[in-house]
């Protein structure tokens, strides 16, 4: 028996919704000199990463170097941490001590305890540019055309360990339908992928709807979209059935047309969340590219994901991923149960506005709010389920959930940021949060493969 004032967390079963809206928005980089132009309509798409950590977080403090003669006890965090209020504060703010007297963060001790730590370790994270650098692959398909495409996700453990992936043994159990397509490694380690085409040449619009219901827009159109046979997710035949998470960032091109190392890539070429890429020769893994990220909260935790595809159109066109119908195959609304290949994302519409309101967070502030300092739209800030090191369940293809705050709940002021998937299913049960326009609360049937790439705590 519990008291009327003991917390509890509301049970996970949240009920079902018919789709309704779209995943996490993920950021567009600039467009390049001479690139077909994809305007974004009095919108620009989602915004860089605004990071992170707090100055307790930095190297110079991990590595216990030296403190400056007359340090600062509490140093002001850079723009970029600040215009979305989402990283965690120095660990020095309240202390009559400098950050550097402060010792490791406890996740370098352990993973598992408090920190940051990188998940995805196969790439080089810029925390303070919000990107990370990762391996290029090129693989072909059965005609010859060239698949550019990036590797963060496995169901093979001990790859996953060897190569820097993610683990997500959920993944098994997407191969229904087309959701995953074949494929064979060569000779060379190059994979011949069985089908599965994607086109970077439509022109990326979004136009928001009038305040102050910015969303949904009043059109979206994405800048990629797969054909009916591609999909991330790739079953290498002659690795032991084993899938990877494999999206394509760049399609039918030779290694001279796709060569921007230093930036302003061509988007009728890349995928969006390019910033830079540079395929060398050999072409196979000799080259990198630069990918944009999005934060968000797990377990009131800030975290960094990458998002490439998804399975609805207007998703696709908020959140300048590939619109990829195979991954409409998948089930939803099983969260953690057997045969669930996806994990939930909690996606906020109407929650508050202002560009320096620290409690600001939603769909309608990220198309209706201006953006941050670097003139890029401010994040939706989701709420994601378990990822490695802190949950079981991980998985990079999300469940969107999408909640609207009642206006009983808007009149009483109790509209607020949420951080953590079971505060929000606690609102749900008590009633303050429902799906959109009042409907059941639950998934909306969209998934967004969104994998995860570094958490801050």
């Not at 406890?106 to 650098?133: C, M, N, R, W």
Request: aromatic letters at 8%; hydrophobic letters at 35%; one cysteine or more.
């Amino acid at each position: 028996m519990t008291s009327s004032n003991t917390v509890i967390p509301a049970p996970a079963n949240a009920s079902q919704v018919p789709r309704t809206t779209c995943p996490e928005p993920g950021p567009r980089p600039e467009r390049a000199r001479g690139a077909p132009r994809r305007s974004m309509a009095a919108l620009g798409a989602v915004a860089a990463v605004a990071l992170l950590l707090g100055a307790s977080l930095t190297a110079a403090a991990q590595q216990g170097q030296p403190s400056n003669p007359q340090p600062s006890p509490n140093p002001p965090a850079p723009r970029f941490l600040t215009d979305d209020n989402v990283g965690p504060a120095p660990a020095s703010i309240g202390t009559d001590i400098p950050l550097t007297y402060f010792g490791p963060s406890p996740s370098q001790v352990q993973k598992e305890l408090i920190g940051p730590y990188q998940l995805l370790k196969s790439g080089t994270l810029d925390a303070e540019a919000g990107t990370i650098t990762l391996p290029l692959y090129r693989g072909q398909l059965g005609d010859g055309r060239k698949v550019w495409y990036i590797l963060t996700d496995t169901t093979d453990k001990a790859n996953a360990e060897a190569l820097g992936l993610n683990f997500s043994g959920k993944l098994n159990y997407a191969r229904v339908g087309k959701a995953v397509r074949g494929g064979t490694l060569l000779a060379d380690g190059s994979l011949i992928f069985d089908g599965g085409a994607v086109d970077f040449r439509p022109e990326h619009r979004v136009v928001p709807g009038d305040a102050p219901n910015f969303f949904p827009p009043k059109s979206a159109e994405p800048g990629a979209v797969g054909d009916a046979d591609y999909t991330p997710l790739v079953r290498i035949a002659n690795s032991r059935d084993q899938i990877y998470n494999a999206p394509t960032l760049a399609f039918d091109v030779d290694a001279s047309q796709i060569n921007f190392c230093d930036g302003n890539p061509d988007y009728s070429l890349v995928a969006d969340v390019v910033v830079k890429i540079c395929p060398k020769l050999p072409e196979n893994g000799g080259g990198t590219v630069t990918v944009r990220l999005t934060h968000n909260y797990s377990f009131a935790r800030p975290v960094l994901y990458l998002t490439t595809d998804t399975s609805d159109r207007m998703a696709a066109a908020i959140g300048s991923a590939t619109f990829t119908p195979a991954l409409s195959d998948l089930g939803v609304g099983r969260d953690d149960s057997f045969s669930s290949a996806v994990e939930r994302l909690f996606q906020i519409t109407n929650g508050p506005m202002g560009k320096d309101n620290p409690q600001r967070q939603g769909l309608n502030s990220h198309l209706g709010d201006p953006p941050d300092a670097n003139g890029r739209r401010l994040h939706a800030i989701n709420v994601i389920g378990g990822i490695p090191t802190i949950a079981t369940d991980y998985s990079p293809l999300w469940d969107v959930n999408v909640g609207e705050w009642t206006p009983e709940a808007v009149r009483l002021g109790y509209r607020a940021r949420v951080f953590e998937e079971f505060n929000i299913l606690g609102l749900v049960e008590k009633g303050w949060i429902t799906g959109p326009g009042g409907k059941q609360f639950g998934s909306s049937g969209v998934i967004v493969n969104c994998p995860i790439v570094h958490r801050f705590l």
